[in-house]
């Protein structure tokens, strides 16, 4: 009976191979701590040795949104917090650690974060090490990202804003990442899908990024190089992990060396373009040198399996190649017996065959069997039409041979495990090298993509001010024909930081919206923005409510999710922040909606001071321009074409049209008594309405001897 | 060379077999003409002879819509009328027919319809016979419905109310189709999907068909058995047609045999229930006794092609026996022949074969050639292993043989077309058979849904009143687990025939809307409905304006299409007809959107009076019921749970919670100032509107100095 025992723990967040893995996604597991108003919490990825800590702010809701927008599918936790989760899992693991097992955390892992986050990294290495009961070696030192280093946006926003992934569901096609994805390896595209993820909110830091992508621009025929000696770079990430995993074969061993040996080319590429920040990246770039060195021991094609042999170079070990030579010759006599002994019997069809159990033997076949000496074989097996013989040389022969090759392959895995084990040693050097290639490529991408559509680089100013010309939705452009695409400014200044936004269904307001959010976005992450010019203040948080596609069937209103994430932004949002509400209160009665609408306007203006794009059916809500200072009224012009309605996407300043639908009514020929009265009551409406807005200008919002509660929190 | 001549002009109209062509649905043909104010409408279904002619009123794109509802793919046209239609007609073939070739309207075929829509029929005959070259003997009289006979539903309400086809596309799931069909035949479905197409209004029409399933529902083993007799009677419509087409095989008509021999046994079935209408309907059934009597000619099983032999019975006629036994008589002489030639040679494997080309043949291996007496035999071919031999007595045996066969072959191919030539003459009593049967298909499917379902029996009023007490929605009960179905109730009265429903999003206003419109088509086809208890008036005309699915991506805007639709309604309806007008008004900015959902309920409350649902989010219309009389409030009730709203789908009277948004806005946890700011702002709104309403009732709306010109059509 053989001993079986756990080598390794296959679960969701470990199964670091195979088909279900794409290679151009992060595979993260992650671990949470409970701390107060909140989470830790911390994620690796085992193939890379990639690994994150942060603060999640909030309900376990949070926490879960949070893990669902990073694709994570396994959370380990303490038993308390698997308690709290459960209820709300759903497709996510939770994996209870109990924390008896010792694993002493190595204090270098997680030099970077508070004191208060390595609970949640502790607890994750530490479930690791009892599962896999292999190297952590390649595990890299927790990233943490202080307080204001990045841009925020929550799950629902980045699900409106489709960053990642589309609304409807699981597919990149008609994301911005669809857009910008021009990476050439897995590395890039694992590092773009990063940096999608947490866009920075530093202007230095973001600048340093734009400024790689400005050079690589002016130097088109660098960037075809450097893109075509990256594609011959294989996943160093992944390699690492393998190495240290010790499951790297001798071809894993072989990639990693013709990664490298692509390096000098690239550090020349970029030294040579005569570019001082292209050669200063040249000089972040690491030949690991004496990983090339071990690695010349590799053959040049070696098989997937490192027990087969040909691992290992010839000429690199004097032994290996004596054993190889014994193997050779006892081969080339065998094949010189052959001859001989057909020569001898004159039977041309003998041949000397091996296999396993018999080993090496002479074949004849039964109608040439009068003519062998068979005096001189042994018979050792009898087929259908022939024989099998051995002789006492052959087998003398066959020993010989067998002993060299078995030699061989034992001392070819020895050397091969010793060059992997000291390969080891320099994982996390490969892994900065991967770290830096795959910024490259990025940049590449970048740059690339902003030249085909024509994208501009935009200014940070330290203001609040945002200034964008002749701005587009990249991804709408894009999947539209571009002639047909119409381009919109975007002007926010402090004296006027808030847009009211009104037009008729489908004329595009929402494109409109996304679009000044999609330009911060790629602002923030470095790249290039679809405009004619842009500036722009480095924004700490992006939150929208834009219409929830209906994914809710069940008994949940679409207007609690509305009015949730309304209150969801409105508690976090700073004055540096960027809101985008649109139609707020559809989802209820006119007047509480556009009570709502209104108070909510108010809020934000007056206690928040955030940039905001708030667009309403609402038409009543426009005269607001008149009591709140920083609120613009702009509207979506439409025109009539033949009878029917022609949607211009212009946005033009002032608000819409008070009358639209009535003129559309019209051309829809309804009857003129219908459309009389409607005219009519809107007059009435309208009257009413001036009225009451001079009524409401003089109830004072804001006075002092308001002491309600304050839930703001920031 | 072959002379080729067109025999046969195959068009998507006129393509009546293969696996495109599915048997459950009708595969119509059409014509139009054009005339003053609309078109008429004449179509056939060529492979069953089904045809009818009607008007189509308005422009080109009401016919088209007419014929995409038909699902008709080709419309023969005269030049002018091409080049109106052809910009619009998409997917649909226009045929030109110039008419030049002379056919001659049989008056007999146009008998029911007016002479205005005898040109369409006209040059819809002479275009098949043109194109077909074919008998059109199976072409029924085209069937005329006179204004006033049918409940007329508008192409865009067929599709928002899924009749046959769901909204997302040509589905069938989810439609109240999908509900219904519980045929057991093709000729059933497609009889379905006619009286679905076409529901009646005519109220004593209506009748018979709900007491033909009464009677059905109260004999459950007498259902039993004739759906089990229905199952086994072939597509009598579709062999009809195949034999007006000479295309009828051998199979076809035992088919159609053992088709008619299961009428006995329906008729007796029915008969013997004791129940008077049901004996009635037996009446009804022809049992063709004559065809009977032709096709006892045609063998059990014949083969496809009726030219192989073995179509006709043994028995039938004395000269084809004749020839049957002259040919079983030389092949048994030709068996028997083998034996001896076995023994006189004693060669075991002697054989005697056939081939095309040589005929008969014995044949002898080479092996035994030694053994046969060659002088006998005449070489006729050589083998590798054999030779093959005859005889003159073998090949006199042969000519015997081989020329019966042919004239059996012939004689059988004569007598098989003369009985299918004869049967022609009874097609239009086949064709009545089969539609009766398959009205009886739709009776039994009507009586066990209404069974499976909890269907109730509608009573027709001649009032316009309406009440469903405990209506659901049969579609959306079926799909959702039962018990979670919430019923309702709708009751409208001459003094209360329109209901404002307010209620938030998702709270179910739509789903109860369609519910009471499917009713009244379940109950005008002659189906029960799914209700407690209803009184129903005989409606003439449905019309919805519902939520539409966004499928105009283009630049065409919703509202506008909204627009068009509530115009249709308001110019054709009448006071016998259901107006649904879901959210009115959504598409564009409040007020105009207000005043025209207003102008409307006065217009229709005034100038229609027709029974009316219509929802809105403008809770500010809700004071309505002040100066219209006939208005009445009912709203659907939510409610909090732990937090969340939770849809009653319960419709209450009475207008819904003014302050819901707010309410909602609360349970997420907005600011505390938003809300109590939201709140004042309501209160100022409602009482502006409160005086508003108060002004605006003073206004008369139809004074009678009111002289627009009238668009009302009707």
Redesign the interface.
Known sequence: VVKREVVRLITPGTHTEGKSVDSKSNHFIAAAEELSGGFSLSYIDISTGESTATYIMGQGKALLQELQSLGIRELVVSDSLFLLLNEDAQDLLLSIEPMEFLYELDGSLVKECPAELTGSSHRLLTYIARTQKQSLEHIQPFAYNEEGQLLSIDFHSKRNLELLQSIRGAETKGTLLWLLDETVTAMGSRKLKQWLHQPLANKSRIEVRQQMVESLIEHYFTRVELQNALKEVYDLERLSGRIAFGSASGRDLAQLRSSLEKIPAIIDELSGAGNGRLSDFAGRLDRCGEVCELLEAISDNPPLSAKEGGVIREGYNRQLDEYRDASRNGKDWIAQLEQQERQKTGIKTLKIGYNRIFGYYIEISKANMHLADLERYERKQTLANAERYITPELKEKETLILRAEEESLNLEYKLFTVIRDEVKQYISRIQSLASTLSALDVFLSFANVAEKYRFTKPDFTDSRDISIVGGRHPVVEKMLNRQHYVPNDCILTEDSNMLLI?G????GKSTYMRQVALTIVLAQIGSYVPADSAKLPVVDQIFTRIGAADD?VS??????VE??E??YA??HATERSLLLFDEI????????????A???I??IHE?IGANTLFST????LTPLDQSLGRLTNVHVA?MEQSG????LHKVKPGP?D?????H??E????????????????T???A??T??TR??EQ?S?FDDR?T?????IQ
């Open positions: 009104t008729p269904n489908m004329s809710l008994g949940q209103s679409t207007f609690m009015m949730l309304s209150q409105i508690t209160g559809r989802g209820t009665s006119t007047y509480d909606g556009m009570a709502l209104q108070s909510m108010e809020y206690k059916h609402y038409h009543e439409a029917k309605v022609v949607f819409a008070k009358s639209y639908g009535i559309v009514a051309l829809a020929n309804l009857p003129q008594k219908i459309l009389s009265r409607a005219r009519e009551l809107l009435t409406f309208e009413e309405k009225q009451q009524q409401i109830l919002f308001d309600d509660n304050e839930e703001v």
